[in-house]
Structure formats: C-alpha cells, structure tokens
C-alpha cells in the first residue's frame, strides 16, 4: 500500500522558514516525480514545486521561485520542501504527491497518482 505522509507544517511568522518532509513508501519511487501542491481556503490547489527523482530535476512555481526548494533523500524516500522568507499568502494546507514523471506533479494539468493527508502552514503578519 503506497503511502505519503507530510509532516514539518506549523505557524511560523513572516520573513522565517519552514521544512515540509514526505516520507514515501509502499512501492519504489526512484522511476517516479514528486510534487509539493497547496489549497488556501476557498482557492483551487496549485502546483508549488516538483523533483523528478531519478535526476533531480526540478520545477517551482513563479510564487515561490528564490524562496523554496525541494530535494530528495533517496537513502530515506523522502522529499523536502525547504520554505524560506515565507510570507502571510503562502498560508495553506501543503499536499505531498507522486507521478510518473515531471509534468504530472506540476503545474496546471497535474495528475498524480498518489496524494499525501496534507499538512497545515500558517504564516502570520
């Protein structure tokens, strides 16, 4: 059974930084792309970042481009979004997820096959 589980949210004030983890198991990831995805309240999810996790390549979302930074630790199957200089508007539940490739986990066609629960990020003013 695959699994994704997010954990590092919490409240943090603006101008500090946060480090979101997801831990994947259940199957092997190393052919497969991750994605970080957020859903403010009442606004549609969006694509924050992806790594595809055999070469590392990477893809980030205008808003957060210079700010966050996603890696991997294969050893661990675990992926990180390293969230700097977070400002109130990256306020969100952030969701972990899996896919075939790059371009499934990000961006606005994404289709992943596998979701994390989601974990919490308050950034206070």
């Known amino acids: 059974q695959v699994q994704l589980v997010e954990s590092g949210g919490g409240l943090v004030q603006a101008g500090g930084s946060l480090r979101l983890s997801c831990a994947a198991s259940g199957r092997t990831f190393s052919t497969y792309a991750m994605g970080w995805f957020r859903q403010a309240p009442g606004k549609e999810r969006e694509s924050v970042a992806g790594?595809?996790?055999?070469?590392?390549?990477?893809y980030y979302a205008d808003s957060v481009k210079g700010r966050f930074t996603i890696s991997r630790d294969n050893a661990k199957n675990t992926v990180y979004l390293q969230m700097n200089s977070l400002k109130p508007e990256d306020t969100a539940v952030y969701y972990c997820a899996a896919g075939p490739n790059l371009a499934l986990v990000t961006g606005k066609y994404y289709r992943p096959d596998y979701w994390g629960q989601g974990t919490q990020v308050t950034v206070s003013s």
């Open positions: 790594i595809q996790w055999s070469d590392g390549r990477t």
